[in-house]
């Protein structure tokens, strides 16, 4: 079940990986990762992203027998899915290993779908990991702020014993460095923004937390306005998916340029090219990949005020949040949408997310993190 790898250079600092829900942001981010940094000695151990709920709290039995942690290392590197706290625990030698906790996401701020039962496991796992790592790197300020926000809420609910400090500690330990986007996709575009009738793009993962039925708001608006659009709706698709998107498909069939999902990425990176406007209509999203992507290889974003988002996101592209409200939402992304297209602005590729940009600050983390202490 459990995949290994090893990267081995010389003598140089070795570096344990590990990946306990090792889902496609997950395995981008520590492939991008390996690579950026060849000077350690990578070795990765990942499990399969399934059984979630299992898997969160079970990964430390996963590894119980794993060879790896009978060795040295100079740094162990975690994914937020990972129960680091019971890992040191289990394998008292990593005690005196620094450990580093990167958050692609945090179960304080994760949407709970109606079908899910209700468990603060998820969330424990997030919180205790945290308190056993030495550092803890977040992929945006906003996962940051979320999860102490939602520890100390956690916290105000334990009827006595409570800890104090604790959240000042975390924050003290705590950064920001995004997940990278590859710097082949910065790229100019081919052709000029088509702003009588852009192409927009729809590319997020078909579930309920991405607010499909908020895209079928924004564009029965546009139709409302008369305004012409093409349309794109492609990402990670599931058996069992929201039931707006077949509404959008029936609906507005002469619009579509592209559906579903991509498997070749090189037809993904083609479309990211050729579309003029990005769409997020979501209600989470921790970082927000695939705006960044898009944004790099020049399509102009059109997001909610909230999230990520305005980390990114010029305040002219971002329409009002209305988490309670679709419809008005929707007449609020059409109407910003409408103004982007007269004013024409131009397009804001993410430079500092890029990797080559994002490189020196893994590199410093880690050399500050191998640093012996004094």
């Known amino acids: 079940m459990a995949n290994s790898r090893s990267q081995r250079s010389g003598d140089a600092p070795r570096v344990l990986l590990l990946s306990g829900y090792d889902a496609t942001s997950h395995q981008r981010w520590r492939e991008q990762l390996t690579a950026l940094l060849p000077e350690y000695a990578w070795h990765t151990l990942t499990l399969p992203p399934r059984f979630f709920r299992w898997r969160i709290r079970g990964n430390p039995l996963s590894w119980l027998n794993e060879p790896a942690f009978r060795e040295s290392w100079d740094l162990v590197v975690a994914t937020s899915m990972v129960d680091l706290a019971s890992l040191r625990s289990f394998h008292p030698q990593l005690t005196k290993t620094p450990c580093l906790l990167y958050m692609h996401e945090n179960q304080f701020a994760f949407p709970v779908s109606g079908t899910q039962a209700a468990s603060v496991d998820p969330q424990m796992v997030n919180l205790y990991s945290a308190i056993s790592a030495d550092r803890v790197v977040y992929n945006s300020a906003w996962n940051r702020d979320s999860f102490l926000d939602g520890a100390r809420d956690f916290l105000d609910k334990m009827p006595d014993g409570v800890p104090g400090g604790l959240i000042e500690a975390l924050r003290e330990k705590s950064e920001v460095i995004p997940v990278p986007i590859e710097d ?49 709706v492609v990402g990670e698709r599931f058996r069992s998916h929201p039931p707006a998107f077949e509404q959008i498909r029936e609906q507005f069939a002469g619009h579509l340029e ?15 090219a050729e579309a003029d406007v990005v769409l997020s209509t979501a209600l989470h999203d921790f970082q927000g990949l695939s705006m960044l992507e898009a944004m790099a290889s020049g399509c102009l974003p059109l997001a909610p005020d909230r999230l990520a988002y305005r980390e990114y996101v010029p305040d002219r592209c971002r329409y009002d949040s209305d988490p309670q409200n679709a419809e008005a939402e929707g007449e609020a992304a059409a109407a910003c949408l409408q103004g982007l297209l007269q004013s024409q602005p131009p397009r804001c590729p993410p430079t500092p997310w890029r990797a080559s940009a994002l490189a020196d600050a893994y590199r410093a983390l880690f050399d500050h993190m191998l640093r012996p202490v004094q």
């Open 184 to 232: 082949r996709l910065f790229t100019e575009p081919a052709a000029a923004t088509n702003w009588a009738c852009p192409h927009l793009l729809w590319n997020h993962r078909w579930e309920y937390d991405k607010g499909p039925e908020r895209l079928l708001k924004l564009l029965q608006a546009l139709d409302r306005r008369s305004v012409p659009f093409r349309l794109s």
């Open 258 to 272: 592209h559906w579903g999902f991509l498997p070749r990425r090189a037809d993904y990176d083609r479309l990211l």
